[in-house]
């Protein structure tokens, strides 16, 4: 089993849909969970940054963590075509260890 | 600021040719990493350093080395390049590793025929 499993997509939905996307992972010991989003041809930057369970909200992006079922969520409110990018979840644990464990990335495409 | 910035952009090499991939940062950023990015295989750590004169390995080291003289560069070095080595290649940092974000820069693409 895979570290962290992303399902890459992609997925497609009309302008001012909800999307929704996940990661599921295997290691108990992640705390700190990330989401980047990545332009086409660009690098990776940090959408949200969230530590241990819990909602973090952010304008129109929410980031949910279960920790008791391995279980992390982006939800993007009212979709934007700019929101079209790939979205790579990414998480750590803690103690010093700066290594990322990064899903594959899930393509979203905002069609207007 | 610049951020991280990496060059070349893409890059054509022959089996068994040598290069090096550069990375610079002007944020005084401790750490820096490198990545590579492939289809269906998402993001991957190919080594790593926590700062001047200390390097470390990743998920994926063979083949690459590293080196860190200075905190604003961290460039990546092909020994002997091999098809299995074209990918894109990404250059991170952050203060400190610790809680922190990385800022990636702007990737290099490479094609080894």
């Known amino acids: 089993q895979k570290e962290v499993e992303q399902d890459p997509g992609p997925l497609s939905v009309p302008e001012g849909a909800i999307v929704s996307l996940n990661c599921t992972y295997s290691?108990?010991?992640?705390?700190?969970f990330m989401w980047y989003r990545q332009y086409s041809r660009k690098g990776p930057e940090l959408l949200m940054y969230?530590?241990?369970?819990g909602n973090k909200e952010d304008g129109r992006f929410t980031a949910q963590v279960d920790k008791s079922s391995k279980y992390i969520s982006l939800f993007i409110r009212d979709s934007q075509p700019s929101d079209s990018a790939t979205y790579l979840c990414a998480m750590r644990v803690g103690n010093g260890n700066n290594r990322l464990a990064f899903g594959k990335g899930n393509q979203v495409v905002v069609i207007p | 600021n610049a951020g991280v910035t990496q060059t070349p952009k893409f890059q054509v090499l022959k089996t068994g040719q040598s290069m090096t991939l550069q990375c610079a940062q002007d944020?005084?950023?401790?750490?820096m990493s490198w990545y590579r990015q492939d289809p269906g295989m998402g993001l991957r750590l190919i080594h790593y350093s926590v700062g001047a004169g200390i390097t470390d390995q990743g998920e994926v080291p063979n083949g690459y080395n590293v080196s860190r003289s200075t905190t604003e560069d961290f460039p990546l070095r092909l020994l002997s390049a091999a098809p299995s080595q074209t990918s894109v290649y990404f250059c991170?940092?952050?203060?400190?590793?610790?809680?922190?974000?990385?800022?990636f820069g702007p990737g290099t693409r490479l094609l080894v025929l």
């Open positions: 991170a940092s952050s203060y400190s590793g610790l809680q922190e974000t990385q800022y």
């Open positions: 944020m005084n950023h401790e750490y």
């Open positions: 290691n108990s010991a992640f705390q700190y």
């Open positions: 969230t530590y241990s369970s």
